[in-house]
Nanobody, 122 residues
Framework: QVQLVESGGGLVQAGGPLRLSCVAS???????????MGWYRQAPGKERELVAA???????NYADSVNGRFTISRDNAKNTVYLQMNSLKPEDTAVYYC?????????????WGQGTVVTVSS
């Protein structure tokens, strides 16, 4: 089985930085060929939305609302994806989820983390 564990959430003042990490682990993680890793967020009363995604080769995609403020990166050897968040705004307050997509045993696999809370105070 493969699990994603996020860390790095917390309370930060507006304008400040925060860095999230997400690592894929488990007894079958070595058989999971991860293609895309991404960060999503869900604010109270809103739908979950894509924040940023990165392919195995390093191609990135950002939501317009975070472009220029957030940076996604990954360490393939460590099965880890990061989200560096700068110039945070109160509207960035949400539960942030990590997702990994790829192939395991010749089948498509999608795994979600449990989420980490980010609160930005004004």
């Amino acid at each position: 089985q493969v699990q994603l564990v996020e860390s790095g959430g917390g309370l930060v003042q507006a304008g400040g930085p925060l860095r999230l990490s997400c690592v894929a682990s488990g007894d079958t993680v070595s058989t999971f060929s991860i293609n895309v890793m991404g960060w999503y967020r869900q604010a109270p009363g809103k739908e979950r939305e894509l924040v940023a995604a990165i392919s195995h080769g390093g191609s990135t995609n950002y939501a317009d609302s975070v472009n220029g403020r957030f940076t996604i990166s990954r360490d393939n050897a460590k099965n880890t994806v990061y989200l560096q968040m700068n110039s945070l705004k109160p509207e960035d307050t949400a539960v942030y989820y990590c997702k990994a997509q790829g192939v395991q045993y010749y089948r498509f696999l999608e795994v979600w983390g449990q989420g980490t809370v980010v609160t930005v105070s004004s």
